[in-house]
């Protein structure tokens, strides 16, 4: 799974969660296409501040047809959604 943090650079030097890789909102689509590691069915999980980023970010991966995208909403969200994928099992 790769887990993107679609907020601005600012915000992430911030605090972000452990794992995560940093890329703006606006540049999720040309960061996943550029990258050969990358493909329509990596598993991509996607955050941001409030989940209003990582919205739109869902949609444009899904025009794209990455098949495997899901959104965990806002940091804190994000952050209790991961902590319970691990508290069951759940491979991140």
Known sequence: MILLDVRSPSEF???GL???INVPYESVAQYVEG???ISKDTDI???CRSGRRSAIALNALKELGFRHVRDIGG???ARTVLEKG???GVQN
Do not use: C, F, V
Request: no cysteine; net charge negative.
């Open 13 to 15: 030097a911030a605090g």
């Open 18 to 20: 452990p794992g995560a």
């Open 35 to 37: 990258n050969n590691d």
């Open 45 to 47: 999980t996607l955050y």
């Open 75 to 77: 940091l804190e969200e």
């Open 86 to 88: 691990r508290n069951i």
